[in-house]
């Protein structure tokens, strides 16, 4: 029995051509997200913040401190944009509470699923289907983890006939990669026009959006934002998009909507967008580095030391989420902020802009 959403792209392909990259990962995900919780060991992946609280607690802790240099606003808002299952949120504002940042969490989530797990951990949050109803009273302090990399991707192909837009069809009864049919010339940057036959551009009109978005309000509102994802700090050709069901890669076109599709985030085509809208850049790291930067080595020798029976767990979740063959080289940290606020910690040495 052929999954539902299959057969609708089948159904809607046969009758109607091919659709696009974006079409077929967004409506994907959009079914995907809605009906399940995705997270943890018995789902199809695990994140950071379920990684270990250390991740989160540290995020906490840049928050308070850029907060504080900042002057203490305290009509301050906590700002999440896909929280899974509000395990970050939790290790984070108990984090920031310490240093007296209490601020009430709003939440970015449109998973029923998600926002019921949500719910038992942050009663008192406010919810909202997307950015435009954030509140505009005040500074915001934003992350986004593993967020982008989920948003619908768009991709352009070099044919032997010039460049097409790569679609969604079927080929021998099952869905397939095949180029479109118009010319999309005009929408190549000049560099990579001569690019090999063969050669994919990946671009994320949806993640650009987001980073616009969310750089004009620290531009008007003032705050600071994280967005923590897989990528690349430096533009590159080549399709990145994946699918992953019980936490092994499957075929993409195989099982829409049953399985989490993703794509590497380019930074380096998010940073001049916060600049253009009055936000500062302060800089893309790995997430190993940062995450060193902020003390995160301290963190686990102490954990270790108030429970020596779990220290072996506390060394593996540390390698995972700093390792240069794990998570700590392939994922990145992006920083913005606002324009009269100080810059980050773990971004010295980064150029603020």
Not at 275 to 296: N, Y
Request: glycine share 10%; aromatic share 6%; charged share 20%.
């Amino acid at each position: 029995m052929k999954p539902p959403l299959l057969d609708t792209f089948l159904r809607l392909i046969a009758n109607t051509g091919p659709i696009s990259i974006a079409h077929y990962m967004a409506e994907s995900n959009a079914h995907y997200y809605a009906s399940r919780d995705p997270f943890g060991v018995t789902g199809d992946f695990i994140t950071a913040p379920e990684i270990s609280q250390m991740f989160g607690e540290l995020i906490g802790l840049w928050m308070a401190d850029i907060w504080t240099r900042a002057g203490r606003d305290e009509r301050v808002h906590y700002v999440e944009l896909g929280p899974g299952r509000g395990t970050l949120a939790r290790d984070a504002l108990r984090a920031a509470g310490r240093y007296g940042l209490n601020p009430r969490p709003h939440f970015v989530e449109t998973s029923t699923a998600l926002k019921a797990l949500q719910l038992e951990r942050h009663p008192d949050a406010v919810w909202h289907d997307d950015l435009s109803t954030l509140p505009t009273d005040g500074p915001i302090l934003l992350v986004a983890n593993e967020f982008l990399d989920a948003l619908p991707v768009r991709q352009l192909v070099r044919t032997a006939h010039g460049w097409r837009e790569r679609m969604v069809g079927i080929h021998q009864g099952r869905l397939a990669a095949v180029a479109g049919t118009a010319p999309m010339e005009a929408a190549v940057p000049a560099s990579l026009a001569t690019a090999p036959e063969g050669a994919i551009i990946e671009t994320s009109p949806a993640s650009a959006a987001v980073v616009n978005e969310v750089a004009g309000r620290l531009a008007r509102q003032g705050g600071a934002a994280l967005f923590i994802d897989y990528g690349h700090a430096e533009p590159r050709l080549g399709s990145s998009l994946q699918a992953v069901r019980a936490h092994r890669k499957v075929d993409v076109f195989s099982s829409p909507g049953e399985a989490d599709l993703t794509a590497h985030v380019d930074f380096s085509a998010l940073a001049p967008i916060a600049r253009a809208r009055g936000a500062h850049s302060l800089g893309t790291v790995e997430q190993g580095r940062w995450l060193k930067a902020l003390g995160i080595d301290a963190r686990a020798r102490a954990l270790c030391a108030h429970a020596p029976d779990q220290a072996a767990a506390i060394a593996a979740a540390h390698e995972r989420l700093t390792g240069e063959g794990q998570m700590g080289a392939l994922f990145k940290v992006m920083g913005i902020a606002g324009p009269d606020w100080p810059d980050g910690a773990g971004f010295e040495g980064m150029s603020r802009s």
